[in-house]
């Protein structure tokens, strides 16, 4: 058994705060955590949890990856948007256009995430969170599709995007430009593997993708680098 995806992570200077905000947005729930790590799970049951996590690394630029949420409706955007608003998100200025349709907003922790608007067919068979859009190139979106066995649903003009078989949000990348990397990431991916799977095997099975091992994490979690440099940790199994 390999790894599967876990959690999406945020580092955040007030956890248990960001939690809140996202359990408000998307309607999760959240799950144990109080201050210091803090958790929310699918609704459904199926798919990542967002887990949140004590960081102090300043925002220096845009994030790496951010959320788009879809859209049912023209309407549906509308509260969406107002719903990230009364929770305490604001508009921010990436350089959209006037007519684009989407909408850019930032978490409390300045965080981007777009909200979708109503009719994107690439976004037709995913749920509530449709994409987790990350700067990055095409060989780490091949890395990532062979590491969580998700297949590509798209491969074009060295942009790449795969998909769980069981369906929900996509992992996209964007392909060059990719801005430089600045210090750790804020969003990163954690596996976690089945009881009784050999952690090492797994580790070097990703190593052999052309994943790094920069050290040997905390015991609980082996840090590791994807071919563009992004941190992604793997859990001990059971754990």
Known sequence: MTGQLFAICFRANRPSE???FWSGVLGWEAAGGQGEDAALLP???AGFRIRFLPGQEPKTGRNRAHFDLTSASPEDQERTVARAL???GSHIDVG??????HVVLADPDG???????AGNTFLADTGFIGVLA???TQEVGYFWSAALHWPLVWDQDEETAIQSPDGGA???WGGPPVAPKAGPNRLSFELALPSGTDREAEVARLVSLDATRPDDGDGGRVLMLDPDGNEFFVRRPGR
Not at 96 to 101: I, K, V
Not at 112 to 117: A, N, P, S, T
């Open 18 to 20: 960001l939690a809140r």
């Open 43 to 45: 609704p459904d049951g």
């Open 86 to 88: 009364e929770h305490g």
């Open 96 to 101: 959209q256009l006037p007519e684009d349709g």
């Open 111 to 117: 965080n981007e995430f777009c909200v979708i608007e």
């Open 134 to 136: 990350c700067d990055g």
């Open 170 to 172: 996509k992992i996209t």
